[in-house]
């Protein structure tokens, strides 16, 4: 069976490594190099940086991505609010979008979902255990029943995001806290998932499982072929009607 062919930017905001020596060292060529190194698809895999040109988000570069994955933190509010729309709309239209970690806060993750994407965090270097709750969802196929991390960011409820169309993993901390770590969505023709693990200064994007769930993740929110719905005024109607002027 031919695989699928799934062209995927990465964008990465690609401060971290350049400013912090630990992080530097944990991911000498960016955490998008990493996150690359994990993935499985047939396609074209492209970088993106937030001091690109347009953030490396062009037209053309977007309307050439099946799937755009995303990690930001420092730097939020750089993010220019035209290339967001311009990413809505390529959402809207059927392009996939992972959302990791710290995105939780990007201007384009809090439109789509219109909440303030609020949540609780401590960093404590705790274990951190992944359950999967939903196992026949596609990206669980071969994670096993969870992830388990020995230290990661704590990342705690209440998550002020809209009710997940459907909730893959959730978090249980050492600590304590728990956190719905794998959420799907689905946003006009696009599929949206946020993955919570992947704090900057923890190697967890080398984690065979944790790059198994963002493969699995591209694959489910590769665009399907769906026709754009037709919106506004329907002036032609489908059937006659009677006594219409």
Avoid at 46 to 62: P, W, Y
Avoid at 124 to 153: F, M, Q, T
Avoid at 163 to 169: F, G, K, N, T
Wanted: net charge negative.
């Amino acid at each position: 069976m031919t695989q699928q062919k799934i062209n995927v930017t990465i964008w990465n905001e690609y401060r971290h490594e350049k400013k912090n020596p630990v992080v530097g060292e944990i991911y000498p060529q960016g955490m998008h190099a990493a996150i690359a190194e994990g993935l499985s698809v047939q396609g074209e895999i492209k970088f993106a940086t937030l001091d690109d040109a347009e953030h490396g988000l062009s037209e053309e570069v977007l309307n050439n991505t099946d799937v755009l994955i995303w990690w930001g933190h420092l730097a939020h509010g750089e993010v220019q609010d035209e290339i967001v729309e311009r990413v809505y709309n390529r959402v809207l239209h059927g392009m996939g979008l992972i959302v990791l970690h710290s995105g939780h806060f990007s201007k384009i993750f809090r439109k789509l979902m219109g909440t303030s994407c609020d949540l609780k965090w401590r960093e404590a270097d705790e274990k951190e255990r992944i359950w999967v709750v939903n196992p026949a969802h596609p990206i669980a196929a071969g994670i096993g029943e969870y992830i388990e991390l020995p230290a990661e960011e704590m990342y705690g409820e209440h998550f002020d995001i809209p009710q997940p169309d459907d909730l893959v993993m959730v978090s249980w901390f050492e600590g304590g806290e728990v956190f719905r770590s794998g959420c799907c969505y689905n946003r006009g023709a696009g599929k949206v998932f946020y993955f919570r693990p992947g704090h900057e200064t923890y190697p967890t994007y080398y984690n065979p499982q944790v790059r198994k769930v963002i493969d699995n993740a591209v694959k489910w929110a590769a665009p399907v072929g769906s026709e754009y719905p037709k919106y506004g005024h329907a002036k032609t109607p489908l059937e006659p009607i009677k006594g219409a002027k």
